[in-house]
């Protein structure tokens, strides 16, 4: 991910304003921890680290670069957004086993935690419908 690059919806996005419970980039997937912050997700911790067991409304995007404990624009469920990568046309894109990334579902591993972001709409656009399936990779 290209930092400078992730952009959200042009037409009236759909951003809440949150507390970052650690350094964030604007592209990151984040989720909604125990104590009402927001840290970097990731599929190869635990099932809430994954946003998994939880509604959706437990993942986001940062849309902004911010330190500890500052607010970061987050970008809600059911939009579509610039992710500043290159991305493959209809593939379905999940939660990283590396902090804060996405990844095409086939690079997920044995006790990975299955998230799903959305599938690519163009090759620089993700439709961002996160689903908490609890699943872990075969």
């Known amino acids: 991910i290209t930092v400078a ?33 927001w840290y970097k997700a990731i599929a190869s911790g635990t099932a ?20 500890t404990g500052q607010l970061v624009p987050l970008l809600e469920p059911g939009q579509q ?17 590396t902090s804060g990334l996405i990844c095409p579902n086939t690079d997920l591993v044995t006790g990975n935690r299955f998230t799903p972001l959305g599938y690519a709409t163009t090759t620089a656009i993700l439709d961002f419908q996160p689903n908490s399936t609890g699943l872990l990779a075969p």
């Open 81 to 97: 957004y610039t992710v500043g990568a290159t991305l493959t046309l209809n593939v379905l894109y999940v939660l990283s086993a």
């Open 48 to 67: 809430i680290q994954a946003g998994n067991g939880e509604a959706s409304s437990k993942i986001r995007i940062a849309m902004a670069d911010v330190s």
């Open 5 to 37: 690059s992730v952009l959200h919806p042009a037409s009236s996005p759909r951003l809440s304003l949150n507390i970052a419970g650690e350094a964030l980039l604007r592209g990151q997937v984040v989720y909604l921890a125990a104590d009402s912050k």
